[in-house]
T-cell receptor, first 114, second 115 residues
Framework: SQTIHQWPATLVQPVGSPLSLECTVE??????LYWYRQAAGRGLQLLFY??????ISSEVPQNLSASRPQDRQFILSSKKLLLSDSGFYLC?????????????FGSGTRLTVV | AQSVTQLDSHVSVSEGTPVLLRCNYSSSYSPSLFWYVQHPNKGLQLLLKYTSAATLVKGINGFEAEFKKSETSFHLTKPSAHMSDAAEYFCVVSDQRSSASKIIFGSGTRLSIRP
């Protein structure tokens, strides 16, 4: 069966420090991978998505970047965090055939920038 | 272009009474529609999905939703609310034509259950 792992679960980082959040998927190949952010009291915003290794599409210009070094690994990074980067970050995957099966989400990372 | 509107930011019902969470969508093509639930500080769990099969979709935990093309709606219902249903609910639309399968989230509806 397919599983998705996301870590860490919580993170407190000072302003200006770097960030690296990792997401891995097991039990499938060539998934579409996504990073979403949920700010307090707001819905989910798509940050990045990837349809293959090294292929990254950015939905919102910001202080963050994403990379996909391996087929089932998706990394969200920042060189210097801002206070506005605080939020709940969710990784998700779906099969390459489209949204028929719905999206499977990781358990999320609660990031607090202080 | 696709969009999804959740008409209520907060719904409060008494335990044992029916639940109705409203969702309207806009899509240029045949959409896939989903409802997700998020409990506090947790990830998202798929409740149910519509992908152009039966218009009445049954999901987990007694929830169901009906796809009404004429009304462009996909409202979520449950006959009898339980305290454990208190959570944030998201209506989601996905364009089936898109290989990248980008999905659009509604702004969410917070469901509170009164004892």
């Amino acid at each position: 069966s397919q599983t998705i792992h996301q870590w860490p679960a919580t993170l407190v980082q000072p302003v200006g420090s770097p960030l690296s959040l990792e997401c891995t998927v097991e039990g499938t190949s060539n998934p579409n991978l996504y990073w979403y952010r949920q700010a307090a009291g707001r819905g989910l915003q798509l940050l990045f998505y990837s349809v293959g290794i090294g292929q990254i599409s950015s939905e919102v210009p910001q202080n963050l970047s994403a990379s996909r070094p391996q087929d089932r690994q998706f990394i969200l990074s920042s060189k210097k965090l801002l206070l506005s980067d605080s939020g709940f970050y969710l990784c998700a995957w779906t099969s390459g055939t489209g949204g028929f099966g719905g999206y499977t989400f990781g358990s999320g990372t609660r990031l607090t920038v202080v | 272009a696709q969009s999804v509107t959740q008409l209520d930011s907060h719904v409060s019902v008494s335990e044992g009474t029916p639940v109705l969470l409203r969702c309207n969508y806009s899509s240029s093509y045949s959409p896939s529609l989903f409802w997700y639930v998020q409990h506090p500080n947790k990830g998202l769990q798929l409740l149910l999905k519509y992908t152009s099969a039966a218009t009445l979709v049954k999901g987990i935990n007694g929830f169901e939703a009906e796809f009404k093309k004429s009304e462009t709606s996909f409202h979520l219902t449950k006959p009898s609310a339980h305290m454990s249903d208190a959570a944030e609910y998201f209506c989601v639309v996905s364009d089936q034509r898109s290989s990248a399968s980008k999905i659009i989230f509604g702004s969410g509806t917070r469901l509170s259950i009164r004892p």
